[in-house]
């Protein structure tokens, strides 16, 4: 029973300790993100400069996504390698009882609790829109959000994950065990290129004729929502993971760059910051085409300077305070929003002379007490579910994607 309740917080050796912590920092700037879309009214005058911060929280979503192509590429990979296929069955009944619990219990919440409340207390004109919008619930039971507005208001990036993890492995089994070895790298890059191009296309054809509220709006619906106009930053997981898994020799430098190499990463995150800082997300321009790509490339450095055994953010990114965070991450993701707003609503209006850079201030406590509801929703939903996915992995003697990472690793950096 201890062990049910108190699991997070104990540290897995087994994990690559940094990515806890950037999974942590990364979900922070989630916050501040989404708090500063529903509560901006509170400083119409908000300095531009200050805005595109606020708004670039959402380039937390391609460390995620990047990161998840990582994780699930890499042990695949390893699979298909030693043995020419995958065990698909086995993919999927872990990916379904990691992930499907949460979810639909969070669904069944939606439609049965949030939405008749927001419906009761909505003004009739507004209650009716709600009364209208409970019916598109179907699109998230689907996981197909991404492409038709469901009930969820981040069910779009949940989709796109999820049609991820469905269409992979098959990709895996029919099409690149077929490719010769030594085209095989250049066949994923091809692939990666193709969201590049679609965005190219539109935004010149389409995209850069409009402006103001169209622009923002053929923007998330046609490059930011959809899984084929944003599925380059996972694909990009996937090709790091390609040249961690078989082009070691590529990386010794970056493993092995000492005191440079420290310098490069905090350079890296200092891009970040500046980028996010002087690029207006919603204003056309070229940024828009390349937006993906090029976050999902920088965080891929964070992630290889990180993952160095003396690099002194990576040690920063690696303290255990981290790592019960790192593992509610999913359930404070789909709860986020529900907890966030009544608790950022009433701090923020407390505040009677609120300032520009309160927004992250606020942040912190808002986080923290997101992740306080997550863990109960964990414990409740996804806990239970992990240790049967724990039991079943144990009876198959079956390598997890831990520790072949950890054993990748050593052998990176020995």
């Known amino acids: 029973m201890k062990e049910y309740f108190l699991g997070i917080f104990r540290a897995d050796d087994k994990e690559i300790a940094p990515f806890n912590g ?39 979503l391609d460390m995620f996504f990047s990161l998840s192509g990582f994780l699930i590429a890499t042990p695949l990979f390893a699979e298909i390698d030693k043995k020419g296929t995958i065990n698909w069955k086995f993919f999927y009944i872990k990916r379904f009882l990691r992930i499907f619990p949460p979810y639909y219990f969070f669904i069944i919440l939606q439609y049965f609790i949030f939405i008749p409340s927001l419906i009761k207390n909505s003004p009739p004109e507004l209650a009716e829109q709600f009364r209208a919008a409970s019916h598109r619930i ?18 779009w990036s949940l989709s796109l994950e999820e049609q991820f993890y469905i269409i992979y492995p098959i990709f895996l089994l029919t099409v690149f065990r077929k490719i ?15 969201p590049l191009i679609y965005r190219t ?7 850069f004729k409009t402006t103001g509220v169209e622009t923002v709006t053929l923007y998330n619906n046609n490059f930011y929502y959809p899984f084929h106009g944003h599925i380059d930053s996972i694909l990009y997981g996937i090709v790091f993971a390609y040249i961690f898994s078989f082009r070691k020799h590529w990386l010794e430098w970056f493993f092995n760059s000492g005191r440079l190499g420290t ?3 905090a350079l890296t995150l200092i891009t970040i910051f500046i980028y996010t800082i002087f690029a207006d997300e919603f204003k056309a321009g070229i940024h828009q085409i390349i937006r993906f790509p090029s976050f999902a ?3 891929i450095l964070v992630f290889i300077f990180a993952m160095r055994k003396d690099d002194p953010i990576g040690k920063f990114l690696s303290w255990r305070i981290f790592f019960p965070f790192a593992k509610l991450s999913y359930c404070a993701y789909l709860i986020h929003v529900v907890a966030m707003v009544p608790i950022s609503r009433k701090l923020l209006f407390m505040d009677k ?16 007490f997101v992740f306080f509801c997550a863990y109960f929703y964990y414990l409740l939903t996804e806990r239970p579910f992990t240790i049967i996915k724990d039991k079943m992995i144990s009876r198959y003697k079956a390598k997890v994607t831990s520790q072949v990472f950890r054993e990748e690793l050593n052998k990176a950096t020995s």
Request: with cysteine.
């Open 353 to 368: 002379k609120l300032e520009q850079h309160e927004f992250i201030l606020y942040a912190v406590p808002v986080g923290l």
């Open 138 to 155: 179907w699109y998230d039971i689907l996981y197909v959000s991404d492409y038709a507005k469901g009930t969820i208001f981040h069910g």
């Open 263 to 265: 310098v490069i990463h």
């Open 22 to 60: 950037l999974r942590t920092l990364c979900f922070f700037m989630l916050i501040y993100g989404h708090m500063y879309r529903s509560m901006k009214t509170l400083i119409p005058d908000m300095n531009p400069y200050m805005q595109n911060f606020l708004n670039n929280g959402s380039i937390c």
């Open 201 to 207: 296309i539109f935004a010149y054809t389409v995209l």
């Open 180 to 194: 010769p070895e030594r085209f095989r790298l250049g066949s994923l890059v091809a692939i990666t290129l193709l």
């Open 297 to 299: 490339l920088l965080w």
